[in-house]
């Protein structure tokens, strides 16, 4: 797979472009029931612990909190049971040095730190977010863009897709994205092809076990098929509609979870055609016509 583009734009795009600036930090001296309850009031699932000038000292999880009350401990101070020292990363920092920090280490949560102070949070869920915001941003800017004037006729590629990977997530559409523009596809043919892939790859991410993408470029038009292995669409008429979404909290905190996923693919491409299993996987097979639907400029566009 070509990551090339997106190798860049981790190298381009820097951590404060993309981290939450509203923490909510836990001071040091609050006991463990207290780190429970503001975790629980927050929704969030872990914290940055700081000392009384404020200066990063611990993180906090959940985690955390259930070991204490497994061990009848909730009642001792926060500053014992922490994790330290902290891995932290900096406002100018490059997101691929964040993405490093998440691979070597596991964990979901990253605090930006200025000096001692942190400053942000940094979710894979934050990265994936603003990745889709430039994708879709260049796409519109390409919208405007040159006509068709195709050079490759045929091709074809599978990609594999990997559950729960939100790091990478994304990477499959704009290596599709960059060969369809190689090939001189139309703005248009492009612009739906990779809204449909990448609400396809991000369902193959979230709700799946994973799988792979197979995009076959022919005469006629682009095949995209997205296969993958998981719990399957228990009813796909109601997965169909809009708002509809069976994401989990934590998803839905990342930015996904609208339930819009299905319907604009549906709105991108001339056929869709979803087959799935239950409890073995999922196939979501689209295609766009070249010249009797993906060129035609009045076709309704979701945008
Ligand atoms: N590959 C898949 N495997 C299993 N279930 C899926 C798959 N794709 C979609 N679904 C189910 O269909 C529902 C609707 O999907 P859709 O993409 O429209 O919304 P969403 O993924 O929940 O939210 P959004 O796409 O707006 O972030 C999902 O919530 C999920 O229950
Ligand atoms: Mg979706």
């Known amino acids: 797979m070509n990551n090339h583009?997106?190798?860049s734009l981790q190298e381009k795009?820097?951590?404060?472009?993309?981290m939450t600036c509203q923490v909510v930090t836990v001071p040091h001296d609050l006991t463990m029931e207290q780190v429970k309850a503001l975790l629980g009031d927050m929704a969030i699932t872990g914290a940055p612990v700081v000392d009384d000038k404020g200066r990063i000292c611990g993180i906090v999880s959940m985690f955390d909190v259930l070991k204490a009350l497994e061990e009848n401990l909730l009642s001792l101070p926060v500053a014992g049971r922490m994790s330290t020292p902290v891995i932290v990363t900096t406002p100018d920092s490059t997101v691929a040095e964040a993405i490093a920090l998440f691979r070597q280490h596991r964990f979901n949560r990253l605090p930006v730190v200025d000096g001692e102070r942190v400053?942000?949070?940094?979710?894979?869920?934050?990265?994936v977010r603003k990745l889709a915001n430039v994708l879709k941003l260049d796409l519109v800017e390409e919208a405007a863009g040159p006509q068709e004037n195709r050079t490759i006729l045929q091709w074809a590629e599978e990609f594999p897709v990997a559950a729960g990977e939100f790091g990478q997530a994304g990477e499959v559409s704009i290596a599709i994205k960059?060969?369809?523009?190689?090939?001189?596809?139309?703005?248009?043919v492009i612009k739906k092809a990779v809204i449909a892939a990448y609400e396809a790859e991000m369902n193959m991410v979230?709700?799946?076990?994973?799988g792979a993408f197979e995009v076959r470029m022919t005469p006629e038009g682009v095949l995209m098929t997205a296969r993958?292995?998981?719990?399957?669409?228990?009813?796909?008429?109601?997965?169909m509609e809009e708002g509809f979404s069976t994401a989990p909290q934590n998803i839905r905190r990342m930015g996904f979870g609208a339930g819009m996923g299905l319907p604009n693919i549906k709105r991108s491409v001339d056929s869709l055609e979803i087959t799935s299993r239950i409890g073995q996987g999922t196939e979501v097979k689209m295609v766009i016509h070249f010249q009797d639907g993906?060129?035609?400029?009045?076709?309704?566009?979701?945008?």
């Open 178 to 188: 960059k060969k369809l523009q190689e090939a001189g596809l139309s703005p248009l």
């Open 228 to 239: 993958d292995q998981g719990p399957g669409i228990e009813d796909v008429a109601k997965a």
């Open 206 to 210: 979230i709700h799946s076990h994973g």
């Open 119 to 127: 400053v942000g949070m940094l979710t894979p869920g934050d990265i």
């Open 5 to 7: 583009e997106v190798g």
């Open 13 to 18: 795009l820097l951590v404060k472009d993309m």
């Open 294 to 303: 993906g060129l035609n400029e009045n076709k309704t566009d979701h945008q």
